[in-house]
């Protein structure tokens, strides 16, 4: 890549936007009132806002290996923080992918330098499932299924947190977990049953 070729991709994409509107700048540096906080991986391939078609300014948008919202990294929760208790969001979406390469990792017995601590929050993923996972016999499909249930588990981390249990209780805020198909360019709705999933363990965590 040129890189110099960003800087006329941005030149083209500034004239291209005054040509809609010529007061988009002015409009856009005023504030921001995104209603969706996503969660999604870092992976290059996996863009938030074109796989989603928003614009800037719709989406409060936070990235990390493996769309991962553990409770000691102090990123991820004070993005949840600012985007509930500030921005006032009303839906939190965790998306993962398939073809996650840090999920195929998480699953390989290898060792991964500095990233071990990090890919070791999957593998405890892994360890909560690993019964369900084992009966899968197609590597490939295995890896998927191990996706979807990051994806599940990394919702229930979010609704652990204060914020947004504080936000639920008093506006309803939705959180989301979806993956989207790199494969097809297509977003699912896992449609989880977080009633199903936390009636048992919310006692343990609920906050307020």
């Given amino acids: 890549m040129d890189i110099n070729q960003i800087f006329e991709n941005n030149r083209r994409w500034i004239s291209d936007r005054l040509k809609i509107d010529s007061n988009y700048f002015v409009k856009l540096s005023k504030s921001q009132h995104p ?4 969660i999604g991986c870092s992976d290059s391939r996996v863009s938030a806002e074109e796989l989603m078609g928003v614009q800037p300014g719709e989406v409060f948008v936070h990235r990390n290996i493996a769309n ?3 409770n000691t990294d102090l990123s ?3 993005v949840i923080n600012y985007a509930v208790s500030q921005l006032n969001v009303s839906h939190i979406v965790i998306c993962g992918h398939y073809g996650c390469g840090g999920v195929v990792a998480a699953m390989q017995s290898s060792d991964f330098g500095i990233l071990n601590p990090w890919l070791r ?12 996972l084992d009966l899968i016999n197609i590597t ?6 191990l996706v979807e249930l990051n994806v599940e588990e990394q919702c229930v981390n979010v609704i652990k947190t204060s914020d947004v249990q504080k936000a639920y209780n008093e506006r309803k ?3 989301h977990g979806w ?7 297509k977003l699912i709705d896992l449609k989880i049953d977080f009633d199903k999933i936390l009636k048992k363990i919310m006692e343990i965590y609920q906050i307020i």
């Fill in 35 to 38: 209603e969706v906080l996503y």
């Fill in 68 to 70: 991962m919202v553990p």
């Fill in 76 to 78: 991820a929760m004070s």
């Fill in 121 to 132: 929050n999957i593998r405890d993923v892994y360890r909560l499932h690993k019964t369900e």
């Fill in 140 to 145: 490939e499909e295995r890896y998927k299924r």
């Fill in 173 to 175: 805020i939705k959180v």
């Fill in 179 to 185: 993956v989207f198909d790199i494969h097809s360019g």
